[in-house]
């Protein structure tokens, strides 16, 4: 089984919602943060969010106040909740996970050469 396998990626207009799903195997949904990154081609891959074992999460600032990402214990899948979304959102999303805590906290800013396990990314396509 993979770690981290994403879905839900889809084409949808701006100002409209998705949800992106990372289902994960039981060892790193119980012992792992859980990251979402993004990136698009000719750009770095972007952190957007993260979550631990509490639900504690953050958000870069180029989502905060439209994203969530929220947690499914008894089947293991990490939501990434999309609001209001923008051309701009137009990316392959990944979820990745990190089992470095500072202090019990997931490491924030994200750092990807920090992540541990990567899913193959799931492809989300705005238009305007």
């Known amino acids: 089984q993979e770690p981290l396998v994403e879905s839900g990626g889809a084409s949808v207009q701006a100002g409209g919602s998705l949800r992106l799903s990372c289902e994960v195997s039981?060892?790193?949904?119980?012992?792992?943060?859980i990251a979402w990154f993004r990136q698009t081609p000719g750009k770095a891959r972007e952190g957007v969010g993260v979550?631990?074992?509490?639900?504690?999460?953050n958000f870069a600032e180029s989502v905060t106040g439209r994203f969530t990402i929220t947690k499914d214990n008894p089947k293991r899948i990490v939501y990434l909740q999309m609001n209001n979304l923008k051309p701009e959102d137009t990316a392959k999303y990944y979820c990745a996970a990190d089992g470095d805590l500072v202090n019990g906290r997931c490491v924030w800013p994200l750092d990807q050469d920090g992540m541990e396990y990567w899913g193959k990314g799931t492809l989300v396509s705005i238009s305007s």
């Open positions: 979550i631990d074992n509490y639900k504690r999460v």
């Open positions: 039981g060892y790193v949904y119980n012992n792992f943060c």
